[in-house]
């Protein structure tokens, strides 16, 4: 070793540089402690050992990961089926408590028609029917539906459908709603059907279906 240090300090001083044999010798351990010590046999063993043990560690780790992903894919699967399911018997069940609360109103109907038809009393179909419209009202009610009064209110497009515009009779019906032809009905808050009306106009009549305008000038 010492003739190694010799012949590079020799090299170090060929070529003009100053170069100790102290710092020769400390560059020499440096390299030596980067390089480390060798391992024995029993030592590359034991390590060897180690990181087999870390590696079937890690595979068994991911094994388990795998099989909690399979078990969830799987769970999720089955899930959206079930909610795949339950979607068509909502929608094809939805109106059966409806259907069934209207099983009896169909009943008197029928009921009705029987006896009149029987009896030939026009008095009790009327009545019969009128039970049942009854009836009815008070069914659709309870689910939330609402008739639309519109009799004497201003015409307005977005809850009335004008099929048909008559002269005012006086100042205070103009664009005011005078005739019901067909009742108007919201479902709980929301708009269900327009309801259709005639509108009464001080001008005179405008062609059926069109919007009224309250601004627009009249005839004399």
Same mark, same amino acid.
């Not at 590696?55 to 780790?61: D, N, P, T, V």
């Not at 089926?81 to 068509?88: A, L, N, T």
């Not at 109907?109 to 009896?119: D, I, K, N, Q, V």
């Not at 009815?136 to 309870?142: C, F, G, K, N, T």
């Given at each position: ?65 795998? =099989? ?48 009149? =038809? ?103």
């Amino acid at each position: 070793m010492e003739n190694e240090v010799k012949e590079c300090m020799e090299e170090v001083n060929q070529a003009g540089g100053e170069y100790t044999e102290e710092e020769a010798k400390q560059t020499n351990e440096e390299e030596e402690r980067e390089v480390g010590p060798e391992l024995t046999l029993e030592e590359m063993r034991a390590l060897l050992g180690d990181l087999k043990s870390q590696l079937e560690a890690k595979s068994a780790e991911c094994e388990n990961l795998f =099989s909690r992903l399979q078990r969830l894919q799987a769970d999720f699967d089955n899930f959206r089926k079930r909610m795949r399911r339950e979607q068509i018997e909502v929608r094809q069940f939805a109106t059966e408590r409806l259907i069934k609360a209207l099983l009896p109103v169909l009943d008197n109907l029928e009921m009705a028609l029987r006896a009149a =038809s029987a009896e030939g009393e026009k008095e009790g179909l009327l009545a019969g029917v009128q039970m049942i419209c009854r009836q009815l009202v008070d069914i659709l009610r309870q689910e939330g539906l609402k008739p639309m009064e519109v009799l004497g209110l201003p015409f307005d497009p977005a809850l009335h459908e004008a099929v048909e515009c008559v002269p005012a009779s006086a100042p205070e019906e103009n664009n005011r709603v005078v005739e019901e032809l067909r009742k108007g009905y919201f479902l709980r808050d929301k708009l269900l059907r327009p309801a259709l009306v005639k509108v009464a106009l001080a001008g005179g009549p405008e062609p059926a279906g069109q919007e009224i305008d309250q601004d627009q000038p009249q005839d004399d």
